[in-house]
């Protein structure tokens, strides 16, 4: 991919580390790359017209649950199910 444009930034070592072994890890061709990707989701997240985004950690075994709900045919996915979670939580929350 041809890029025409270079920003130049400096970072701590730790933080270099930590970027290395992201990459290493998620299998990133490069830091750069990694960064890249980075920007483009900093500025989907930002702009005025994007929609809300929810960044969700779960632990695994509740994870794995929903993934049972899944294959049981409450839902089509885990992210459907999530939705599905969270607007009756949110239907909730506006009835008090």
Known sequence: MSVPYRITIRVSEDLINQLQEIVEK???????EAIRLAISEF???NRTNATSKVDLKLPRNIYTELEEEVNKGDAISVSDLIR????EYAKGKTKN
Not at 26 to 32: A, D
Not at 84 to 87: E, K, W
Request: hydrophobic share 35%; aromatic share 14%.
């Open 84 to 87: 599905f979670i969270l607007r």
């Open 43 to 45: 500025i989907t997240r």
């Open 26 to 32: 998620n299998q990133y061709s490069s830091i750069s």
